[in-house]
């Protein structure tokens, strides 16, 4: 009898928190179980920050939304909590802990006990007080070099998971069309290959760490019209299909990702956040993504307010549903009251809401959010007393020794030496003139989505919360013998010249003059590089140009350094500077990273990811153009680039040479095998960034000169060589034909080995022959190279 009362006693678990049954079921019992309403308030967000002295989280008034009440939204639940971390600056371990505190609440508060899922942005690092500034994505494609990619984004995700993070807004898949956009720096490049590779790397360090990765900007918004942030995009289906779609394909098929944030623009006048074909058809249909497709920040309420294609908030909600958007950030707006009396009155089915419900819930429940056992407790405060939160203070460390010389490892790896007339490395010079706007300026090696930038800029009675070493710093300790004088001459963006006699004083005085000029990263015009920071022209912003120009008057050798978050022209440095060395916003380590090139102590092997222009007036381009966009005589406009995609030069030098081709035909289902030699001939120890390129002489639709199709690192001793070996299938040459299908077409191919898109050192000219083949998602996507030694000579 005691038994069967125990047994009666003994409290049954709801089918949704039961582990043992599949997902599927779980999720379907609890969408079974939920109101319209707590259907719905699973479908958004709400824009918070973190109590300072650890208390629950407070919603963020922004200037474009009403206030939130969490009080009375709470009781049917709440799907996100938009960026605890990253709305002011809070101290890590008390931010975790009002975060906990939050979560336990929100879970206490509905009937089903589901908590929130957090969300940060994390595009150069996670983007919380204190927590280590990497470098800008743009930086992460000069590297060439996926696998640090990977090591860094799960060193990201590891940070933001340990104080209950479950998913980061990154990365940015936004192929560059146009170099005047803002948002240029939160890029990895202008070649799909790259971005793709590189973003899927991204995406697997994330995931790897148990965070939700989002690819954004799906899809169109780096093609904005002259550079615009959220201009209409005017490409075409084949441009879209062939340059801007395939890194977002590659980062879900390989990467795993498993969020989509739409864009902002529309395409051709359809909304990417109500493009049905795009975010169902496409992505779902035929791509086969079952994750999660969040707004970007007020992308919903924009196709009201921007897009006008919708009457009312109602409206703006039912389009975003219909198309597939499941989650409305950064808070709630068209998805609350509106939505809810739109489903009650029948203008939105309710099996829209459920469709997105139960992606909403599916990822929930993989994350554990169901699970009976469920804590709100992060890993970070496992061993610390929740209750004493003055004892927490300072407790957890977002920026340690192995996440700084990670960023440093980036930051030099993505060092670019563009030119050099044999000064650099610098030989032991007694005098150094340290000259420009971001010679001592701390902030200068940190993008817009860096915490410092972002969000640190309105705080100022506040710290950085990292070390910022500026250059001057770096360089008193690599020249430790030197005098190092600084001028200012000119600002960032301010025209002010007052400086300028102060700077050819110094720059005359010295054995070298070395010239830092660039960017300040902020946002909606408050910086010259960032989100809504568009420029017309790619001149040098302010007066930077003319400083360059007075000092190449001297005879003091110059050295522009560049830190910026976009190429810029340099007008005559191009040819007259000593050396050029450009760094995309290398992150807080980046300082060390280029007086280490410039002493010698690293030597270079950055590659641009983008071209730097010759001219400030020839923009849109890049290397991608078909022949007509390239110098001809049809027009007085030369848009050749003074240093093309790819280029980056080394202290040492290579030798390519011994091209041999295992076959030179080969079906259109087939492949090609290319093996070559590469040897440092040089005196010291270098890394080549071996790049391989199609280019199709003749093809049914007009195709870009030649394109990037794969790539590799090698690093080399003095005097070693390696054996490298390509194997190029066919699929590499697809491309969407005039039936708007991929196709693959026999008829003669160039595969070029080159240093740079500008460089060809060895041609492969295969063909394929056969009949047309056409080729899906499911086509190979990658050359493989492998690397094998050579004996010394």
């Not at 990417?272 to 992505?283: N, V």
């Not at 610390?384 to 990670?406: K, M, Q, T, V, Y």
Request: aromatic share 6%.
């Amino acid at each position: 009898m005691n038994a069967e009362v125990a047994e009666e006693k003994t409290p049954t678990v709801p089918l949704w928190n039961d582990p043992a049954v599949s997902v599927a079921a779980r999720v379907d019992a609890l969408i079974e179980a939920m109101t319209p309403e707590e259907k719905i308030a699973q479908l958004y967000g709400v824009w918070v920050g973190a109590s300072a002295q650890g208390g629950e989280v407070a919603p963020h008034q922004h200037d474009m939304e009403e206030a939130v009440d969490l009080d009375a939204l709470l009781p049917t639940g709440l799907g996100q909590l938009t960026r605890p971390f990253g709305t002011a600056p809070v101290d890590p371990a008390l931010g975790a802990l009002s975060l906990m505190r939050t979560q336990a609440r929100i879970a206490a508060e509905n009937r089903f006990g589901i908590p929130a899922l957090a969300h940060e942005e994390c595009l150069a690092g996670f983007a919380a007080w204190g927590a280590t500034a990497y470098p800008v994505p743009l930086s992460w494609g000069a590297t060439f070099d996926p696998d640090l990619v990977r090591r860094m984004a799960a060193a990201i995700g590891r940070d933001m998971r340990s104080v209950g993070v479950h998913q980061g807004l990154a990365p940015v898949l936004d192929v560059v069309r146009d170099a005047r956009w803002g948002r240029v720096e939160e890029t990895i490049g202008e070649d799909p290959y790259l971005v793709g590779t590189i973003a899927t790397a991204y995406v697997k360090g994330l995931e790897s760490a148990g965070i939700v990765a989002t690819l954004k900007h799906f899809v169109g918004y780096s093609a904005s019209r002259a550079g615009r942030n959220l201009a209409p995009s005017s490409v075409g289906p084949r441009e879209r299909a062939d340059v801007l779609l395939p890194p977002f394909e590659m980062a879900i098929r390989e990467g795993g990702a498993r969020s989509v944030m739409h864009a902002y623009t529309d395409t051709d006048g359809i909304p990417s956040a109500a493009d049905e074909d795009l975010l169902t058809g496409l992505l779902r249909d035929t791509w086969g993504f079952d994750g999660t497709v969040v707004a970007d920040y007020f992308g919903i309420a924009f196709l009201k307010t921007l897009h006008g294609i919708a009457a009312d908030w109602a409206g703006a909600a039912g389009a975003a549903l219909r198309a597939g958007v499941d989650i409305e950030l950064p808070t709630v707006k068209t998805f609350g009251p509106p939505l809810a009396e739109a489903v009650a009155d029948g203008r939105v089915p309710e099996g829209l809401v459920d469709r997105a419900l139960r992606r909403v819930l599916t990822q929930k429940a993989m994350l554990g959010l169901l699970d009976p056992d469920w804590n709100p407790m992060p890993s970070a405060l496992q061993d610390s007393d929740p209750g004493d939160p003055d004892a927490l203070r300072g407790r957890i460390d977002l920026d340690g020794p192995a996440n700084r010389e990670l960023a440093r490892t980036v930051a030099e790896e993505a060092v670019v030496l563009l030119s050099n007339d044999g000064t650099l490395p610098l030989d032991r010079p007694r005098r150094i003139a340290l000259i420009g706007p971001n010679a001592d300026e701390p902030t200068a090696v940190l993008g817009c989505y860096s915490f410092p930038q972002h969000i640190g800029v309105r705080h100022p009675e506040t710290p950085h919360g990292i070390e910022l070493p500026t250059l001057r710093d770096t360089l008193a300790t690599e020249f430790p013998d030197a005098e190092i004088t600084v001028a200012r001459g000119t600002g960032i963006d301010d025209g002010d010249l007052t400086g300028l006699p102060e700077a050819t004083r110094v720059a005359g005085a010295a054995d070298v003059a070395l010239v830092v000029l660039g960017d300040r990263a902020g946002l909606f015009g408050r910086g010259t590089s960032g989100e809504g920071c568009d420029v017309e022209s790619l001149a040098l912003p302010g007066a930077q140009q003319q400083l360059l120009d007075t000092l190449l008057d001297l005879e003091t050798p110059v050295v522009t350094v560049l830190l910026a978050g976009r190429p810029y022209a340099v007008g005559r440095a191009v040819e007259e500077s000593a050396a050029i060395v450009q760094s995309f916003f290398p992150g807080e380590e980046g300082a060390h990273a280029i007086a280490g090139v410039l002493s010698g102590r690293i030597n270079p092997s950055g590659r641009l990811p983008v071209s730097v222009p010759r001219g400030p007036g020839s923009q849109p381009a890049t290397y991608l153009g078909a022949r007509l966009a390239h110098v001809g005589e049809v027009s007085n406009i030369d848009p050749t680039p003074a240093f093309a995609f790819g280029h980056g030069l080394s202290y040492t030098r290579f030798d390519w040479t011994d091209l041999t081709v295992d076959v030179r035909e080969a079906p259109t289902d087939g492949e090609f095998t290319l093996t070559f030699t590469v040897r440092n001939t040089g005196g010291r120890s270098g890394t080549e960034v071996v790049q391989l390129y199609v280019h199709d002489p003749v093809a049914s639709v007009v195709q870009p000169v030649q394109r990037l199709v794969g790539y590799a690192r090698v690093e080399l001793q003095p005097g070693e060589a390696r054996r490298l070996r390509a194997t190029v299938p066919a699929d590499l040459a697809s491309f969407t034909g005039r039936d708007g299908r991929r196709v693959v077409e026999p008829g003669g191919l160039e595969l070029r080995l080159a240093a740079s898109s500008a460089d060809p050192r060895l041609t492969a000219r295969v063909t394929l022959t056969g009949a047309e083949r056409h080729v899906d998602h499911t086509r190979r996507l990658h050359s493989v190279v492998g690397q094998e030694p050579v004996s010394r000579s």
